[in-house]
């Protein structure tokens, strides 16, 4: 072989490295791009924050060292959830928790239909500035309304109940408690809840009609 031919021979070989290491670098960069997508579409996720049942997140009334603590389960699509809320939770609590018996707390427990996961979500919006319990009033009186739970409507009820509209607004936009009734539901279910409403009340699942009795049972002792 020729001196020439010796160079065109390395030149080709040279050629050919160079074009396996583009393709190699190519490949590693789809790659690399391919996984900030997936991080990205997974992100919010990652930021979604979890179900929150401590009172300084408004989902709960009365003092933490009452001698009888109650959880209420409850959705707004829910029709006994509706009649509790209306026409007896104010009594309870007046009687129960304003005067130190009873410590209460609120937890969703949505369905799967998206009108239910939307009040879920815009309650914890709501509870981000304190006014859950005035915001959940509205959500059960237009529980059985056409559209009832549409972003739109759900920031009317934020104005309605005085909430900061525009801060609200941007929650429900962000998405940052889209999973948080996946978390309800999961810490409803891991007490034994399978109906709303349901009502833990310290170590005892009872229905409404349960409810007033054996809260004075356990008063008593």
Do not use: W
């Not at 072989?1 to 490295?17: P, V």
């Not at 290491?21 to 997508?37: D, E, P, Q």
């Not at 399978?194 to 004075?216: G, H, M, R």
């Amino acid at each position: 072989m020729t001196s020439n031919q010796n160079k065109r021979e390395l030149l080709r070989q040279k050629r050919k490295e160079q074009k396996r290491r583009k393709i190699y670098t190519t490949a590693i960069i789809i790659v690399a791009v391919l996984a900030v997508i997936g991080l990205l579409a997974f992100l919010p996720k990652l930021l979604s924050k979890p179900a929150n049942y401590d009172s300084s997140q408004g989902f709960s009334l009365g003092d933490p060292n009452a001698p009888v603590k109650v959880v209420t389960f409850s959705s707004y699509t829910c029709g006994y959830c509706k009649i509790f809320s209306e026409s007896m939770e104010k009594d309870f609590i007046e009687d129960y928790v304003d005067t130190g018996k009873v410590y209460y707390r609120y937890v969703n427990m949505a369905n799967t239909s998206e009108e239910s996961i939307n009040a879920a979500e815009a309650s914890h919006c709501a509870a981000d500035q304190n006014k859950f319990f005035e915001y959940k009033g509205f959500l059960y009186t237009y529980s059985s309304a056409a559209e009832g739970f549409s972003l739109e409507n759900l920031i009317r009820y934020a104005k309605s109940a005085r909430l900061d509209a525009e801060a609200f607004e941007a929650c429900m936009l962000s998405d940052q408690y889209s999973k948080a009734h996946i978390d309800d539901r999961n810490y409803a279910q891991s007490n034994g809840v399978t109906a709303t409403p349901t009502f833990l009340v310290n170590d005892q699942l009872v229905y409404s009609n349960e409810l007033i009795t054996t809260v004075e049972d356990l008063l008593s002792n």
